[in-house]
Structure formats: C-alpha cells, structure tokens
Nanobody, 120 residues
Framework: QVQLVESGGGLVQAGGSLRLSCAAS????????MGWFRQAPGKEREFVAA????????IYSDSVKGRFTISRDNAKNTVYLQMNSLKPEDTAVYYC?????????????WGQGTQVTVSS
C-alpha cells in the first residue's frame, strides 16, 4: 500500500506561482511512475503531468505545458509540481497519483487532494 499526502495549495493571484508537494509512504516509491491530476468544480478530473520512476521522462497536458514542471526526489519520497504563470482556469483540486498500471493505464493510488485557487 502507498499513502499519498499533498500539500502546498492555496490562494494566489493570476500570474503567480505555487509549488505542490506529494509525500509518499512505502519503500517502493522510487519504482513508481507518478502523476498530477486536477478537478475543477463541475468538471471531470483531468490529467496535468506525469513522470517516470527516475524523473528522466515527463509529459504534460497542453494546457499547462511551458508553465508547470513536475519533478521528484526519490530520497525524500516526494513528487513536486511547480506551477508558474497561474491562470484563473487553473483553479481546481489537485491530486497526486502513484503506480501507473501498464495494462489499464490507470494509477493505483491517489491522494486526498489540495485546493488551488487563482484569483483574477
């Protein structure tokens, strides 16, 4: 089992920055693909970014590419999402996910989420 705890959310003005953190329990963190997703009010959850076990390969949604950066520190069992040039449309609950199942292409573990609100 893996437990994920997100932090770093909050209220920020448009154009500002936030860094989200996701702390993971368990000894196998360094072997997991990790991802960030978000869900805005009244909308479905959407993919934001993901990276492989070493952090050498990353992928982003078109809506955040060039503004957000995903990274990880396996020594700290933590994955990060640096969010720059934030826009009001980035407002959502952000979720961390771990352990991508290669058969289903779904993540097996999810955090509880952290709220990000961007004011205009």
């Amino acid at each position: 089992q893996v437990q994920l705890v997100e932090s770093g959310g909050g209220l920020v003005q448009a154009g500002g920055s936030l860094r989200l953190s996701c702390a993971a329990s368990g000894r196998t963190f360094s072997s997991y693909h990790m991802g960030w997703f978000r869900q805005a009010p009244g909308k479905e959850r959407e993919f934001v970014a993901a990276l492989n076990w070493s952090g050498s390969n990353t992928i982003y949604s078109d809506s955040v590419k060039g503004r957000f950066t995903i990274s990880r520190d396996n020594a700290k069992n933590t994955v990060y999402l640096q969010m720059n040039s934030l826009k009001p449309e980035d407002t959502a609950v952000y979720y961390c996910a771990a352990d991508l199942d290669p058969h289903t292409n779904e993540f097996n573990y999810w955090g509880q989420g952290t709220q990000v609100t961007v004011s205009s």
